[in-house]
């Protein structure tokens, strides 16, 4: 299977206006999607910031990731596609919308939990709504970090019952610090989850914060 892989280099590579078409990706020239149906390497240290979608997609989709993606668009796998973040958690996916994409929602479809869990992820959504939506359960295993946006676990929102929010967001790290960011004045309409927040607890005798909510 062909192979793409992004290294560090004394000038950062932070934007690829690559134009392929390999049957490992597509990237539309006048739209910046990412269309992977191979496999995608981003070593530690690098960065690949996409201005729009990145769909991993087919069985021959695969992204290891350990260093930083960058999506202003939508994240999209395919039942079949894998996504894989370093085991050492330096892996980051960030979904920002500050440069091309100011329409102010994001979604990420697919099922990413298990093996195709995000490591770290981070949240920088300062477009009108300031909404990053689910399309399936996801899990994260270090470190969530809301600095602009919240995060809504369903593609619509529920008025009154956070029950009736169809997916998870799941933070695994037991590390109380794990959650970065939330918001902690009761009347906040940024930086929570509109919905379903599942955190894992070590014990007794430490404070974890849970920052939910329903749509402001």
């Not at 290891?64 to 039942?79: A, K, L, P, T």
């Not at 998870?168 to 906040?188: E, W």
């Amino acid at each position: 299977t062909p192979m793409i892989r992004l290294k560090k280099k004394n000038t950062m590579m932070k934007y690829l206006f690559t134009h392929l078409m390999l049957g490992l990706l597509f990237f539309s020239p006048l739209s910046a999607q990412l269309y992977i149906e191979g496999q995608v390497f981003v070593e530690e240290g690098a960065e690949l910031h996409v201005w729009n979608d990145l769909s991993i997609a087919t069985v021959d989709g695969q992204v290891q990731n350990n260093g930083r993606i960058e999506v202003e668009g939508n994240w999209q796998r395919d039942s079949l596609g894998r996504y894989r973040a370093s085991a050492t958690g330096n892996s980051v996916v960030a979904f920002r919308n500050d440069q091309f994409n100011r329409s102010g929602t994001q979604r990420i479809s697919g099922s990413m939990t298990g093996d195709n869990a995000f490591a770290n992820l981070e949240l920088d959504q300062r477009g009108t709504e300031g909404l990053l939506e689910l399309g399936g359960d996801v899990e994260i295993r270090e470190r969530l970090v809301l600095q602009n946006g919240r995060i809504r676990t369903d593609t619509q929102s529920h008025d009154q019952s956070g029950a009736d929010y169809l997916y998870v967001l799941q933070l695994s790290s037991t590390d109380p610090g794990s959650l970065v960011g939330a918001a902690t004045d009761p009347g906040s309409s940024d930086r929570y989850v509109e919905g379903k927040l599942r955190r894992a607890i070590a014990g007794m005798g430490n404070r974890y914060d849970f920052p939910i909510g329903l749509a402001p």
